[in-house]
């Protein structure tokens, strides 16, 4: 007998396996993650069975759906009991049950799963739907009843999840308004099991992160559908709304008063028909704005030339973050005097990136960064041919946002997808 509180919009979600979809979308902070792992936990105690935990991008699994297991089986005192491997990720249950992660960026390891009973996939907005038919074909067990849980922020109406659970007008498939679950809350269709929430649904929340939510209206009004509302919609065209420019001396005010290790440099490389891109910019991190305040901008420059030009760097010994799928030229201007080395890369990660610029509240640029805002002010999404917009890809190549990119590594814009542990407010104790 195990006594956890649990938010009451996800007490039915707990102890339904009547249905083999479930299919949860909804808003930022609305708990539906955290009750997801719950869910898997209690019914892997319950019966001998393997699950498998997915995301698009397997580095993007420790730190979230891995820790989110952790953190409730350290809450709820079963880490006695529940065995975490760190390499391979890995979580054990002292009856056999076992929970496996693994990344659609690594489809090879899938081939070798067997008797996968549950699957999770986290985000599956950013799946391909390939990908998801993938999965399905994993899912198999002579005699257990399978089930398939699918969680995600809404993204936009030409998503593979939205057409698969909702409609699709080019192929002419209804299969359920959204504006009824938005209204019902749960619903249940055939085989899948609909749930939608908001963070007025997780109880543990602060009012200042739902206030927080609310801002997104005046800076970000399809942010703020997905965060506060947690709907679907048709996608803004530009990148970054939030993108501004100011007079020079405005945006280098507010850099002076920004602590030195918040201010950074980013370097993309290019030659012919690309640029040499570097940009300095700073982190506001209280109020979650980004300032671009300096930029170098040019190609057809031979190394030793660009070295020249940015002999600055030298002096001041500045950290340059760059792009590391050029090594031998980092190895360069490291052997020149610079402080400089690569930033992270991985298959996925130019959609990381763009949604780490996209969580700044505002991106203020220096209005002498001319190619900073030739390239971003009005960059808009590339479509498909469907004219389905690509969330990773633009209508041009724009340098200086790789450079943003580089700069930005290992920096995470405070995640307002906040979800802390403790009593809530109203909460019911559950024995479960």
Request: aromatic content about 12%.
């Given at each position: ?147 398939f849980i699918l969680s995600t922020n809404p993204v936009g109406e030409d998503n593979w999840t939205y057409k698969h659970f909702f409609k699709d007008d080019r192929k002419k498939v209804f299969v359920l308004d959204d504006e009824a679950l938005y209204q019902n809350r749960i619903v249940i269709l055939k085989n899948t099991y609909y749930h939608h929430s908001i963070a007025d649904d997780n109880l543990f929340l602060p009012k ?89 901008y040019k190609n057809r420059m031979t190394d030793d030339r660009t070295e020249t030009e940015i002999a600055e760097f030298k002096e001041t010994r500045e950290l340059i973050r760059a792009d590391s799928a050029e090594p031998k030229t980092i190895a360069y201007y490291r052997q020149q005097g610079f402080n400089i080395k690569g930033a992270k890369k991985f298959q996925g990660s130019r959609l990381q990136y763009t949604k780490k ?76």
């Amino acid at each position: 007998m195990i006594e956890k509180e649990v938010n009451p919009h996800f007490e039915e979600f707990l102890f339904d396996w009547n249905h083999k979809f479930y299919f949860l979308v909804g808003g930022y902070g609305s708990s539906k993650s955290y009750h997801v792992a719950l869910k898997i936990i209690l019914k892997l105690l319950q019966e001998k069975r393997t699950a498998l935990v997915v995301r698009e991008v397997y580095d993007t699994i420790r730190d979230s759906c891995f820790s989110l297991f952790d953190e409730i089986i350290t809450g709820m005192e079963l880490d006695d009991r529940i065995k975490l491997v760190t390499s391979p990720m890995q979580i054990r249950f002292p009856n056999g049950s076992k929970i496996i992660f693994k990344g659609m960026d690594k489809p090879a390891k899938l081939k070798s799963i067997n008797n996968v009973t549950i699957v999770w996939v986290e985000e599956c907005s950013e799946l391909k739907y390939e990908g998801f038919k993938e999965l399905l074909g994993r899912l198999r067990h002579p005699t257990l009843p399978l089930h398939f849980i699918l969680s995600t922020n809404p993204v936009g109406e030409d998503n593979w999840t939205y057409k698969h659970f909702f409609k699709d007008d080019r192929k002419k498939v209804f299969v359920l308004d959204d504006e009824a679950l938005y209204q019902n809350r749960i619903v249940i269709l055939k085989n899948t099991y609909y749930h939608h929430s908001i963070a007025d649904d997780n109880l543990f929340l602060p009012k200042s992160y739902i206030e927080q939510l609310e801002e997104l209206k005046t800076y970000d009004p399809d942010l703020y559908r997905i965060a506060r509302k947690g709907r679907f919609g048709v996608n803004g065209i530009r990148v970054l709304p939030q993108f501004v420019v100011k007079p020079h001396y405005e945006v280098l005010e507010a850099v002076n008063k920004i602590p030195g290790n918040m201010k950074r440099a980013g370097f993309d490389f290019g030659f012919e028909t690309s640029y040499n891109a570097l940009v300095r910019l700073a982190i506001d991190h209280d109020n979650k704005y980004l300032y671009i305040y300096w930029e170098y901008y040019k190609n057809r420059m031979t190394d030793d030339r660009t070295e020249t030009e940015i002999a600055e760097f030298k002096e001041t010994r500045e950290l340059i973050r760059a792009d590391s799928a050029e090594p031998k030229t980092i190895a360069y201007y490291r052997q020149q005097g610079f402080n400089i080395k690569g930033a992270k890369k991985f298959q996925g990660s130019r959609l990381q990136y763009t949604k780490k610029v996209k969580r700044f509240k505002k991106i203020i640029c220096s209005e002498n960064c001319v190619n900073v805002i030739s390239e971003l002010k009005d960059l808009t999404y590339k479509k498909d041919k469907l004219g389905n917009v690509i969330e990773d890809d633009f209508n041009i190549d724009p340098h200086t946002m790789s450079a943003i990119w580089y700069a930005l590594d290992g920096y995470e814009v405070a995640d307002i997808k906040y979800e802390k542990p403790g009593r809530p407010k109203g909460g019911r104790a559950q024995k479960i």
